[in-house]
């Protein structure tokens, strides 16, 4: 298996524009997990789905936030309008209930 | 809900050293206790793991204890290498709940 594939791997986006990013999660697995890094407040959970369905979006920052899961190997984070606090480092994580998550390598987002 | 604590936040030994990260949890009822290495430009990985009902676990240099009482854990490595430096995080869960993540423990190892 590839792994968890995120893209793109970064973006460049000016303040006010929408970002997509994307994730394709392990074949199989039953959980998919949307985490932000920054130096700050480290790793944070914003949300995440059990069969496609979201379980929990109290993670997620603000209204401007959105994700969705239509089906089992496809996942998108939408940021809309983006702001420069948006930067940061975002990871999709998948795992089959009761085992560790497999993070994909990251989206790098700079919001200027 | 689960708050983890990770200590230190930065770490150097020379090569061949052991290292030691420790981290503590809130929730009585987690029961799953991950670790992760990050290292530069990549998404964390999992190294090592251990539950509720174990007390310790090695895999060749690393090992993890649990002291569940204490409600801590900690991250033991042995005869560190310059490729173990990396950012190390800990986590844990209860249930069907998500990871809550450490904030990170920076290794350097010297050579």
């Known amino acids: 298996d590839a792994g968890v594939i995120q893209s793109p791997r970064h973006e460049v986006t000016e303040m006010g524009q929408e970002v997509t990013l994307r994730c394709k999660p392990i074949?199989?697995?039953?959980?998919l997990f949307w985490y932000r890094q920054t130096m700050m407040r480290g790793l944070e959970l914003l949300i995440y789905f059990n069969n496609n369905v979201p379980i929990d979006d109290s993670g997620m920052p603000e209204d401007r936030f959105s994700a969705k899961m239509p089906n089992a190997s496809f996942s998108t984070l939408k940021i809309q309008p983006s702001e420069p606090r948006d930067s940061a480092v975002y990871f999709c994580?998948?795992?089959?209930?009761?085992?560790?998550?497999?993070f994909g390598s990251g989206t790098r987002l700079t919001v200027v | 809900g689960e708050n983890v604590e990770q200590h230190p936040s930065t770490l150097s030994v020379q090569e061949g050293d052991s290292a030691v990260i420790k981290c503590t949890y809130s929730?009585?009822?987690?029961?799953?206790f991950p670790w992760y290495k990050q290292e530069l430009g990549k998404g964390p990985q999992l190294i090592i793991d251990i539950r509720s009902n174990v007390g310790e676990k090695k895999d060749q240099r690393i090992a993890v204890t649990l002291n569940k009482t204490a409600k801590h854990f900690s991250l033991h490595i042995t005869e560190t290498q310059p490729e173990d430096s990396a950012v190390y995080f800990c986590a844990a869960s209860g249930g069907n709940t998500p990871l809550v993540f450490g904030k990170g423990t920076r290794l350097s190892v010297i050579a």
């Open positions: 994580a998948s795992s089959s209930t009761g085992d560790g998550y497999t």
């Open positions: 074949s199989g697995h039953d959980y």
């Open positions: 929730d009585s009822a987690s029961n799953y």
